[in-house]
């Protein structure tokens, strides 16, 4: 038999209707707030994610589902590990930027070839949000205060935790990276594997490294605060402010980096303790540079190319849900409200019942079973979770009425035919 392939994951009818529950939610805090939504294609060049997530990062380097199609040449292709890189796309392609400052919404598989546990598939669901426009630190902090509604209205405030940094400007990361670089090269030696090859690729990711030998060498390391210049530290310090004033607790996490590198500025991310180490529901920051950066792509001036300010985030759907689980479960609603069992004799004059009834009564959820014997759907009823069963045979179609069952209770009595158009006979 032909299985799915290892961390592409089934979503079942018992776990969609709490997929669909979330994002009802989410989408409509996102409409709270003005964002619009774009859908964006699953595939991109592959160039695209390259050169906006960085070469030297794991996503890139080891994690992405490349191709090439039947084109002639053949186009590297990547199906998208991430949505940033594939929103700024969009924007600059269709001129969105012009005059206008969109704050966009997106939600969608995303795929990496991760190890696959709990909470980290190799096909995810990601919810994202990309704000443009702004280089002010308000827009980091509404982005910020827009998820921590979020969790309030998905009852998961208690189970999040803020932590936040600063990645200051490229400049200032690159005299940090020399500074860190001269200091570990020394220590090589006590450094695990992965560090001692972020050495040379992406030393800034030595700072979250999960090792405690490592992290015991960074405590004297240099610290990337000291080399954040006036006005880096001046945003940050006003991102602080403002979610203080909002009432939003925070944590300052020295060592947050984040796997992308197009960040400069405010990162952050939302932790739980609830989720073993797969801990980050949300995660984003600001990205001044990356719209300049692939608008220049192909152009011969670098220089003459406008940057656009933009900061966003992205969830984690099924770490979402997870934690919701664990915490708050969406109660399960029973696929159907009321069953409707018909004679095979008189059928038609069940479909056309139901029908009629979906029509006058947009709140219910309406099951038939096929025309076999009554006691065959009757059993179907039984069996559907709905809370009444509406039963027509030639009597009832006769005396213009229908009989109904309490599947609860099992009582049963006849009624007249429109009972349930009267919304007060029957609340859902
Ligand atoms: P990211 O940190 O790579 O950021 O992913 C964001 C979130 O996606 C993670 O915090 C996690 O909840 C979820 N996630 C990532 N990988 C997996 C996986 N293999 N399985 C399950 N969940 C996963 C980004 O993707 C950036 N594009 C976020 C962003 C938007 N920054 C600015 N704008």
């Known amino acids: 038999m032909i299985k799915a392939i290892k961390g592409f994951n089934d979503i079942l009818?018992?776990?969609?209707?709490?997929?669909?529950?979330l994002e009802s939610i989410l989408a409509d805090v996102l409409g709270r707030y003005g964002y619009e939504h774009i859908r964006l294609p699953i595939v991109e060049q592959t160039d695209l994610f390259a050169r906006a997530i960085g070469g030297a990062t794991d996503i890139v380097e080891k994690e992405m589902y490349s191709f090439t199609d039947k084109s002639e040449p053949p186009t590297?292709?990547?199906?998208?590990?991430?949505?940033?890189?594939?929103?700024?796309?969009?924007?600059?392609?269709?001129?969105?930027?012009?005059?206008?400052?969109p704050k966009l919404w997106y939600i969608g598989p995303m795929f990496r070839y991760e190890r696959p546990q709990k909470g980290r598939y190799r096909q995810f669901h990601q919810l994202g949000v990309e704000s443009f426009g702004s280089a002010l630190p308000d827009a980091d902090a509404e982005l910020i205060a827009m998820t921590h509604l979020m969790w309030q209205e998905l009852g998961l405030k208690d189970e999040m935790r803020l932590e936040l940094n600063s990645l200051g400007e490229l400049d200032e990361r690159h005299a940090y990276r020399e500074a860190l670089v001269a200091y570990l090269t020394d220590k090589q030696g006590q450094l695990d594997e992965d560090s001692k090859r972020?050495?040379?690729?992406?030393?800034l990711r030595i700072l979250d490294s999960k090792e405690a030998s490592t992290q015991a060498l960074l405590a004297e390391a240099p610290k990337l605060a000291e080399f954040l210049g006036a006005e880096s530290k001046a945003h940050f310090e006003q991102v602080q402010a403002y979610l203080t004033a909002l009432g939003i607790e925070f944590e300052?996490?020295?060592?947050?980096?984040r796997?992308?590198?197009?960040?400069?500025?405010?990162?952050?991310?939302?932790?739980?303790?609830?989720?073993?180490s797969q801990a980050t529901v949300c995660a984003g920051g600001r990205y001044d540079g990356l719209v300049g950066q692939l608008k220049s792509i192909g152009t011969s001036d670098d220089k003459a190319?406008?940057?656009?300010?933009?900061?966003?985030?992205?969830?984690?759907?099924?770490?979402?849900?997870?934690?919701?689980?664990?915490?708050?479960?969406i109660?399960?609603?029973?696929?159907?409200?009321?069953?409707?069992?018909?004679?095979?004799?008189?059928?038609?004059?069940?479909?056309?019942?139901?029908?009629?009834?979906?029509?006058?009564r947009p709140d219910l959820r309406v099951k038939m079973a096929s025309a076999t014997s009554l006691k065959a759907q009757m059993k179907k009823a039984d069996k559907s979770g709905a809370a009444l069963t509406v039963i027509i045979a030639q009597q009832e179609l006769d005396d213009n009425t229908i009989s109904i069952k309490d599947m609860q209770t099992g009582e049963q009595k006849t009624v007249a035919q429109d009972w349930l158009s009267t919304k007060d006979n029957f609340v859902r």
């Open 76 to 101: 590297p292709l990547a199906l998208r590990p991430e949505g940033t890189a594939g929103a700024v796309r969009a924007v600059i392609e269709h001129n969105l930027l012009r005059g206008d400052t």
């Open 305 to 329: 190319v406008k940057s656009e300010p933009a900061v966003g985030f992205a969830m984690g759907l099924e770490r979402l849900l997870l934690l919701i689980d664990a915490v708050s479960p």
């Open 259 to 276: 796997g992308l590198d197009y960040y400069n500025k405010t990162v952050f991310e939302w932790v739980t303790d609830k989720l073993g």
């Open 198 to 203: 972020r050495l040379t690729t992406n030393p």
């Open 252 to 257: 300052i996490n020295p060592h947050l980096v």
């Open 13 to 21: 009818p018992d776990q969609s209707a709490k997929w669909l529950h």
């Open 331 to 360: 109660a399960e609603l029973p696929a159907c409200d009321i069953f409707v069992v018909a004679h095979p004799e008189v059928y038609s004059a069940g479909i056309s019942y139901a029908q009629a009834l979906r029509y006058s």
